[in-house]
């Protein structure tokens, strides 16, 4: 049902839904699905092992703190470009993570590379 894809959309990712049809919606939800699993789940781990307690707290904030100024927008351009790319580092390792277990939980590995 395209219409209710449109309508939960928004919801997952920031796209304008009116401007994509079945297949691209479908491409944001498993981009925004990989996202969150790579930032919320499988990087927040990462640090926690990593740091502990301290290190998934610190995680945490580096990637709440670019989603809120991380724009590049007049009023956050130094503050937000330090906050994106803080986010890209930290956020690294997890991402790497995410994509080798996701390959491994695939039913073809060598399909990653096509990818």
């Excluded at 740091?51 to 990637?63: E, K, Q, S």
């Excluded at 580092?89 to 277990?101: E, F, Q, S």
Aim: proline share 7%; glycine share 12%.
């Amino acid at each position: 049902d395209l219409d209710l894809a449109r309508e939960w959309l928004p919801h997952l990712c920031g796209r304008d839904p009116q401007a994509l049809d079945g297949p691209q919606i479908a491409r944001a939800v498993v981009e925004s699905v990989a996202e969150n699993t790579s930032d919320a789940v499988v990087g927040a781990l990462v640090w926690g092992a990593v740091g502990g307690v301290p290190g998934l707290i610190g995680f945490r904030a580096i990637n709440t703190l670019d989603a809120m100024v991380g724009h590049k927008s007049p009023r956050y351009r130094r503050f937000g470009w330090a906050a994106a790319r803080l986010d890209d580092v930290a956020g690294w390792p997890g991402a790497r993570l995410t994509a080798a277990l996701a390959t491994l939980a695939g039913p073809d590995p060598r399909g990653a590379r096509r990818a």
